[in-house]
Each structure stands twice: as structure tokens, then as C-alpha cells.
């Protein structure tokens, strides 16, 4: 190339600390992002159609620590399988080379794209892509936590033989298992569908650990609709599957789609529906009430977000009379901010789609407080439509209000203070625990406090952010036949709130799962307490309801670290003497299948 520019490893190295300041083409010239070859969907997508084998955009941003395997801040890929108890050498980097190289020098890239090196660097560059995606200030304009720790997620790209992929806190890893039918073998580990539903997972036990202890269904389910969510938004960020949907369609989002078909080798080879076809259908609260499978409740918030993607497109073709393409990706931009960022403003525990939902709503008045395209009253009328919200809950948005209001306080903190440190956080809750609904002996836990720079979809920046996350337990004893082997048992159940302010102190969101004791004499401590305690009975009806079909098990994880091959949706295990419950965090791509109302797949051991 003419205009290739040569740097010295110390130039590089200057470079990248002030790379925010560049902008992604400079940056490309620069070498400070690596493009990678990835497979767009997964080999079988790729041989039938060259179009749509690899994924042209998928740029990694440069690192000075990037090393073998790959390893880089955040992820380190180790191929060890479990089951033949071998472990492949890593895919070298080379930084002079700019690439990835398998042990005998081959280049790591398409042309290659049996070697295992490969595979190793296929699914971590579509993992740090997809953290970018949350990272960047068109989603959370923050760093993302893991949910254990350490700072590196370990990727298993051949875990061993199964048609399955976890994220499992546990080891720290995303574990990828392969499978043969008709006499091929299907590797998890290229399928980028699966990579990104996995690292969905992973995302969300980052910023919210404690929904993993989630007895509700719905939070369950929240966590399958942030997988689906994150492989749906990145993939139709691919500008060639656009073009394909846009053709294939006619423009109209609504019709039947290659969108419904995505994930297209578990189509062909898993009996089950393949989850992305999740996005197009037309389920309500109402369908799924008193179901416990994950999988097929958070179908009703994908196919919310879906109905407002295609709404949008249509908004912005109709009324503001782009073409389709353009409609599109504005479309798609719009969803990253639209649908990233609200996870900030969730509770700590227990999601629901409702708190989703308001925090769309919030997020996106926030943000554009004026709203000259109605764009709310469309995303109002789908969780409406949807069951997620109520006819009461759309009367009392569309009612004029302040946009920003401040809390009212018994000890003024400054925002600044607050945001200094979890030890400041916690005297600024304790010192106004009346006015923020908090049990005088609640043992209050502030789990992050973080401060985030977030960006319009035009690239405006909006005032800093601060979120606050407590929560406390209240003690719960299991009594009744109903509990059946953990009747007498002492649990807890979680409660808290997530409290977001803007560097001016106005508060743009605070979400609060009360407890059932008595916070003080006001008339709002009685309809907090109220709400506490149809918290408490839910958890109970859940927690009973759970039992009986058999979901709870004990045994977590096989020989070795590797999760078995069925887990229970449910563990217990003993701390400090008293239960807690924990979600199994596995994605079996075949769960709607196994886990059918009351059916039990997986052995439990007592
Ligand atoms: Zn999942």
C-alpha cells in the first residue's frame, strides 16, 4: 500500500494512549485495530454462500500486552478438551507481522480456516468485538467487570464432545463443545450466534453478579434475552447481511426473513428451533405466565426489541423518507444506545422485562428528553402490545412530568463523593437510609459504583454518569411441605436498588427491589413495604414452584471443572450456614427440548 505508514514499537505504543482522540480510520492506518478474519455465521452458512462466510468488519483494537494464545486484557484462550485430556498449542502473535500465526508459521486467516489456531483466533476477536460493543459510549461508555475474580474471561474453544456452549462463572470461562452428525463435526466455537449469546451471558453476570442468584423465572430469562439480544444487534451490524435482508425481503422487516433463520447449523442439525428465530414471533406476558423455561420467555422481550427495530425502519422510511438501507443501519445504530445502555439503570436483583422496559424509556428520555419523533409513544405502544407493560404504566409516562428531579435528603452528598469510592457510596446510603427506603439493620452492600461517559446515537456526549448498586439480604425461613427437603432451612432473599445520577445530582433512574420490613412511619413506607412484601410471596411461590418440578439440584460441574453434560436450572449450595440459590449458567442449545414444564432431565444427586 502507497500510504502505508511504518511505526516504531514506541511510536505504536504513544499511539495507542491517546487512540481516543484518532478515530477508527486513522486507527486502522495506523495498525492501532487488527482486522480479523472471522466466520460471519458459522461453516455451513459459509459454503453455501460465499457471500456471507466471513465477516470483512471485524476490527480488534491493538494492545501492547497482546501475546500468544490469544491473550489479551480481558479474555485468554486455552484449548484444553477435557475429554481427550489434550491441550493445542496457542495461536503466536506476531506483533511485527500485525497477526496471528499457527506453531508451523502458517498465517492464521481464512484460507486456513481448519486449523485450530484459527478457531482460537475466530472466536476471541468476535469476543473482544462484542465487549467493544458494550464497552464503547454508544453502549455503557464503561469498562465491563466480570462476574468472579480476575480480569481474563478463559475461552474454551474445544471443551470436549456436546452439543452445548456455557458460561459458567465458576472456571472463569465460555466453554465451547462440538458435536458430529451426518458424519461432520459441528464446533460450537465457530458458530458466532452462539459465541455472542455465551458472551451475552457473560456481559450481564459482569454488571449484574447477583442476577444468578435469581429464583424468578423471568430473571432467568432475562439473561437468554441478553444472549439473543447481543447476537441479533451484532449481527445485523454485518453491512452484507444487510444488503441480503433488505433484498431478500423487499424492505419489509416484518415478513419472513433470513433474520428468522439465522442461526442456521443448529437449524439444520438440533431438532430444537434455533433461538434467533425467537426475535419474530408474537408471544405476550400472558403466554408464558407460570412458565419456568428461560428460553421461551425471554422470546417475548426479543420479539419486543425486534417489533421496535422494524418500527423504527419503518419510521424512518415513511416519515422521514430514507431509503431502506439508510433506515437500517440508522436503525441498527439507534438500537445499540437504545437497548446498551438501560442495563445501568436495572435493579441489582431480580429483573423483570418490566424494569427493562422502563428503563428503555428512561434511558432514551434522558438522553432526548424533547422527543419531536414520538419515538417513545412507538416503543410504549410494543411493550404494551407485548404485555410487558399496562395500560396504567403508559398513562402515567405519557403524563407531563419533570424530567429530571433531585432526592430530596436528610445528609447532602456531593455526586463527586459518592462516586469516589464503594466506602463513600456506603456512607452516603447510610447516612440517608430513611429517605432511600433502606431497614434501619439492613446490612446494606454497596456491589459497584462506577461512573460512565456515555454518547447520543450522533456522537454527543451526555452529562457523566454515576450508577450506584446496594443490595441487602433479608433472612427467609423455609417452612411447610412445600419446601419439601429444604423445609427448615434458612435462605435469604435479595433486595436493593440501583440509584443513577448525572454529575449535576439529578436522578435518572432509581431502581428498588424493597424488602418486607418496615422502613419508617410514612405513608411511603408503607407502599414500600407493601411492594416488599408481594416481593417476599413471589419469591416463596417461586422458589415452592421450583421444587416441586424438580429444578433444584445440588452437583454442579463434573470431572475436571467441565460442567456435566445436564445441569439442573437451579443449585443450592450452603453459605455462612444459610441457602443460597444459584442459576446454572449454561446455555443448552437445546434446552426448550429438555427442560419441558415439570419434566426432569437432569439427575439430581442429595
Ligand atoms: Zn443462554
Known amino acids: 500500500m502507497a500510504d502505508e505508514v511504518r511505526l516504531t514499537a514506541e511510536e505504536r505504543l504513544a499511539l495507542y494512549g491517546v487512540r481516543r482522540f484518532i478515530g477508527s480510520e486513522l486507527e486502522d492506518k495506523l495498525k492501532l485495530r487488527v482486522r480479523f478474519d472471522v466466520y460471519f455465521q458459522d461453516p455451513l452458512v459459509a459454503a453455501a454462500d460465499a457471500e456471507l462466510a466471513f465477516d470483512d468488519g471485524c476490527f480488534v483494537e491493538w494492545e501492547p500486552e497482546l501475546q500468544d494464545g490469544p491473550t489479551s486484557a480481558r479474555f ?30 502458517t498465517a492464521v486467516d481464512r484460507r486456513y480456516s481448519d486449523v485450530p489456531q484459527f478457531h482460537h483466533v475466530n472466536v476471541w476477536a468476535i469476543v473482544q468485538r462484542a465487549l467493544d460493543f458494550f464497552e464503547n459510549g454508544f453502549g455503557l461508555g464503561r469498562r465491563v467487570p466480570w462476574g468472579f475474580e480476575g480480569n481474563r474471561l478463559i475461552i474454551v474453544p474445544h471443551a470436549g464432545p456436546g452439543k452445548n456452549a456455557y458460561y459458567d462463572r465458576h472456571s472463569k470461562s465460555l466453554q465451547f463443545y462440538y458435536f ?24 450481564l453476570d459482569g454488571i449484574r453478579p447477583h442476577y444468578i442468584e435469581a429464583v424468578l423465572p423471568e430473571t432467568a430469562a432475562f439473561h437468554e434475552f441478553m444472549g439473543d439480544l447481543t447476537a441479533i444487534l451484532i449481527a445485523l451490524r454485518n ?7 433488505i433484498k431478500e425481503t423487499g424492505g419489509d422487516l416484518s415478513k419472513e426473513s433470513t433474520l428468522s433463520g439465522v442461526a442456521e447449523q443448529f437449524g439444520k442439525y438440533v431438532q430444537n428451533k434455533p433461538y434467533l428465530r425467537s426475535a419474530r414471533n408474537s408471544l405476550k406476558m400472558e403466554d408464558v405466565a407460570g412458565d419456568q423455561r428461560p428460553h421461551y420467555m425471554s422470546q417475548v422481550l426479543t420479539g419486543a426489541m425486534f417489533d421496535i427495530l422494524v418500527g423504527l425502519s419503518k419510521y424512518y422510511v415513511e416519515k422521514r423518507g430514507r431509503t431502506v438501507p439508510q433506515a437500517f443501519w440508522n436503525t441498527i445504530q439507534r438500537l445499540q444506545s437504545l437497548a446498551i445502555q438501560p442495563l445501568d439503570l436495572l435493579p441489582p436483583v431480580d429483573v423483570t422485562f418490566k424494569d427493562y422496559a422502563l428503563a428503555v424509556l ?54 463527586n463523593a459518592i462516586a469516589g469510592s464503594r466506602a463513600d457510596a456506603y456512607r452516603f446510603l447510610d447516612d440517608n437510609r430513611r429517605t432511600l427506603f433502606i431497614p434501619s439493620n439492613a446490612d446494606v452492600i454497596v456491589t459497584e459504583v462506577c461512573s460512565a461517559q456515555k454518547l447520543t446515537r450522533e456522537a454527543r456526549r451526555l452529562p457523566r454518569q454515576i450508577t450506584l448498586q446496594y443490595v441487602w439480604r433479608e433472612d427467609v425461613v423455609l417452612q411447610g411441605p412445600q419446601f419439601g427437603r429444604f423445609d427448615g432451612a434458612s435462605t435469604s432473599m435479595l433486595c436493593g436498588g440501583t440509584l443513577s445520577l448525572n454529575q449535576s445530582g439529578d436522578v435518572l433512574a432509581w431502581a428498588r427491589k424493597p424488602g418486607s420490613h418496615p422502613t419508617g412511619t410514612r405513608p411511603a413506607d408503607a407502599a414500600e413495604q407493601a411492594r416488599g412484601k408481594a416481593r417476599l410471596t413471589a419469591f416463596l411461590e417461586a422458589l415452592a414452584q421450583r421444587i416441586k418440578t424438580g429444578r433444584i439440584g445440588s452437583v454442579l460441574g463434573g470431572d475436571r471443572g467441565l460442567l456435566i453434560q445436564s445441569t439442573p436450572p437451579l443449585t443450592s449450595h450452603t453459605i455462612d450456614g444459610a441457602l443460597r440459590f444459584e442459576l446454572s449458567p449454561h446455555f443448552g442449545i437445546h434446552d426448550d427440548r429438555d427442560d419441558p414444564e415439570g419434566g426432569r432431565a437432569w439427575q439430581i444427586s442429595s
Open 76 to 105: 485468554a484462550v486455552v484449548d484444553y478438551d477435557g475429554h481427550t485430556e489434550t491441550l493445542t498449542p496457542p495461536a503466536r502473535w506476531d506483533d511485527e507481522k500485525n497477526g496471528f500465526f499457527a506453531p508451523d508459521g
Open 180 to 203: 458430529d452428525e451426518d458424519n461432520e463435526r459441528v464446533q460450537t466455537c465457530l458458530s458466532t450466534d452462539i459465541i455472542h449469546h455465551e458472551f451475552g451471558h457473560a456481559v
Open 239 to 245: 453491512t452484507a447481511f444487510r444488503q441480503r435482508l
Open 362 to 415: 428512561r434511558n432514551d428520555e434522558t438522553a432526548s428528553p424533547a422527543d419531536p419523533d414520538d419515538y417513545r409513544r412507538l416503543m410504549l405502544d410494543v411493550f404494551v402490545r407485548r404485555g410487558i407493560l399496562d395500560k396504567a404504566d403508559r398513562d402515567a409516562l405519557l403524563t407531563p412530568h419533570h424530567v429530571f428531579e433531585r432526592l430530596d435528603l436528610d445528609v447532602f452528598h456531593d455526586v
